[in-house]
């Protein structure tokens, strides 16, 4: 079964910088939109950036300071963040939207397994 796999959390105090990464298990085609989201204790997931044909979008709250990037020929994506806070301890996931089925008809949304990220002193 096709996978993401995410790798690179950890903690890291306050002005600190992370690296995340996130790549299928197995080649996959038509791969349009990959991503990272977070999830706070008692908060819903909520987007962080994501990477569209080169188009990057990012939340109000990283922009600045985190850095969406993505590898085309091995469907890959990387998240930079640099000036951490502790507001930004989260489990973050990968994501991505590829197209699938005989006819290419419908949508297909992967999720990774989540990585935890905490910024403490």
């Known amino acids: 079964q096709v996978k993401l796999v995410e790798s690179g959390g950890g903690l890291v105090q306050p002005g600190g910088s992370l690296r995340l990464s996130c790549a299928y298990s197995e080649s996959v085609f038509l791969v349009n939109t990959m991503g990272w989201y977070r999830q706070a204790p008692g908060k819903q997931r909520e987007l962080v950036a994501t990477v569209t044909d080169g188009t990057t979008n990012y939340a109000d709250s990283v922009k600045g300071r985190f850095t969406i990037s993505r590898d085309t020929t091995k469907n890959a994506v990387a998240l930079q963040m640099n000036s951490l806070r502790p507001e930004d301890t989260a489990v973050y996931y990968c994501?991505?939207?590829?197209?699938?089925?005989?006819?290419?008809?419908?949508?297909?949304?992967?999720w990774g397994q989540g990585t935890q990220v905490t910024v403490a002193s």
């Open positions: 994501n991505a939207v590829r197209t699938g089925g005989p006819h290419l008809e419908y949508e297909i949304e992967d």
